[in-house]
């Protein structure tokens, strides 16, 4: 499954598995209120996926129009089966790109290029599992294996 996500928070899903990509039925990060509150994804590398909870981890934050670049302190977490957001994971620093591996429990890992810094979490507490710094000069794309390790 692949989700684009536009500027203003319209998740479109479009199902890849099949001869054909199938888009899906579109539906939104936020709601009206959190629309009003200034609340937009942005980054990067903004969101990423796990097939096997069926979650998209996505970086959240108060932003104004066109600033999708700059970094998020907030990742929310939603369920893809329903588009209902079922957690929200307060990055210990702002993140401008996100990836999630694909291991059982999954790992999120969050770059800041401002920092040159990659901090890794627990997706289940949301707590900090590792850091690494001094990752060179303004970092800003992360790449994994997408397979799940047996």
């Known amino acids: 499954k692949l989700f684009f996500i536009d500027f203003w928070g319209m998740v ?4 890849i598995s099949g001869d054909q990509p199938q888009p899906g039925e ?3 990060l936020i709601t ?3 629309r009003e509150a200034g609340w937009k994804p942005g980054g990067w590398q903004p969101a990423t996926f796990h097939p096997g909870n069926n979650r998209l ?3 959240m934050d108060r932003r104004a129009d066109w600033a999708q670049n700059t970094e998020s302190n907030h990742v929310w977490v939603y369920d893809t089966t329903t588009g ?9 620093h702002e993140a401008r790109s996100v990836y999630i591996d694909q291991g059982s429990p999954p790992y999120l890992y969050a770059l800041s290029s401002h920092h040159a810094d990659m901090t890794i979490y627990d997706v289940e507490t949301g707590a900090v599992h ?3 710094d001094e990752l060179g000069h303004e970092p800003v794309v992360l790449v994994g294996d997408p397979a799940p390790q047996q």
Do not use: G, M, Q, T
């Open 12 to 15: 479109f899903p479009v199902d």
């Open 130 to 132: 590792s850091y690494i």
């Open 26 to 28: 579109p539906w939104r």
């Open 57 to 59: 981890y996505v970086l």
């Open 32 to 34: 009206d209120e959190e």
């Open 84 to 92: 209902e957001k079922v957690d929200e994971i307060n990055l210990a």
